[in-house]
């Protein structure tokens, strides 16, 4: 399996400008998690779905973030617009949720916002 | 609000030498995860711990969890510089999300 597929891996954008990142789950895993890592705050959960529906999005950290899953096998992540304090890694991970709620990170997307 | 917290974060060891690595959080739980992140990489998920009194073991690194002291330890064995890298424990709280440390930072010298 190829596992979690994230692009782009890098995004400089300036401020006030719409990113949009992107990620594929591992086939057949019906939970996927975006999170997002600064050196201030770590890793935080943004928004978790399940079977395409999002469940908890209480990490949003504001209305200028939205995630979709339209389908299993895509997720989107938008920053509409974008601010510098949103430069950071942005990961998308997925899991199956029967058993452990162990997760696969993809690479990762490295946004940063001038 | 469940606090997962990482001692030491950074730690700079001798090459040859045992250390351990501790994760100590809030609420209970008896699901806990430890990860690997290289720099500029993703997290790579080491073990899963999922009762008391699970150890898991692999190579020169050895997890355990004692869900009645809310306490997880990552114990090194004769460190390696292949194993500088930074640590991450998790705790499932919610049944399908994880809380993360802030991570310990080692870096393994000669």
């Known amino acids: 399996d190829a596992g979690v597929i994230q692009s782009p891996r890098h995004e400089v954008t300036e401020m006030g400008q719409e990113v949009t990142l992107r990620c594929k789950p591992i086939?057949?895993?019906?939970?996927l998690f975006w999170y997002r890592q600064t050196m201030m705050r770590g890793l935080e959960l943004l928004i978790y779905f399940n079977n395409n529906v999002p469940i908890d999005d209480s990490g949003m950290p504001e209305d200028r973030f939205s995630a979709k899953m339209p389908n299993a096998s895509f997720s989107t992540l938008k920053i509409q617009p974008s601010e510098p304090r949103d430069s950071a890694v942005y990961f998308c991970a997925s899991s199956l949720t029967s058993g452990s709620t162990e997760l696969f990170f993809g690479e990762g997307s490295r946004l940063t916002v001038l | 609000e469940l606090k997962v917290e990482q001692n030491p974060l950074f730690l700079s060891m001798q090459e040859g030498k045992n250390y351990t690595i501790y994760c100590n959080y809030s609420?209970?739980?008896?699901?806990l995860y430890w990860y690997r992140q290289d720099p500029g990489k993703s997290l790579e998920s080491l073990f899963v711990?999922?009762?008391?009194?699970a150890v898991k073991q692999e190579g020169r690194l050895m997890a355990s969890l004692d869900t009645k002291a809310r306490l997880s330890t990552l114990h090194i064995t004769a460190a390696v510089h292949d194993l500088s890298a930074t640590y991450f424990c998790a705790v499932d709280i919610t049944g399908y999300a994880l809380n993360f440390g802030k991570g310990t930072s080692l870096l393994v010298t000669p």
């Open positions: 086939s057949g895993h019906n939970s």
């Open positions: 711990l999922l009762s008391n009194g």
């Open positions: 609420t209970t739980s008896d699901r």
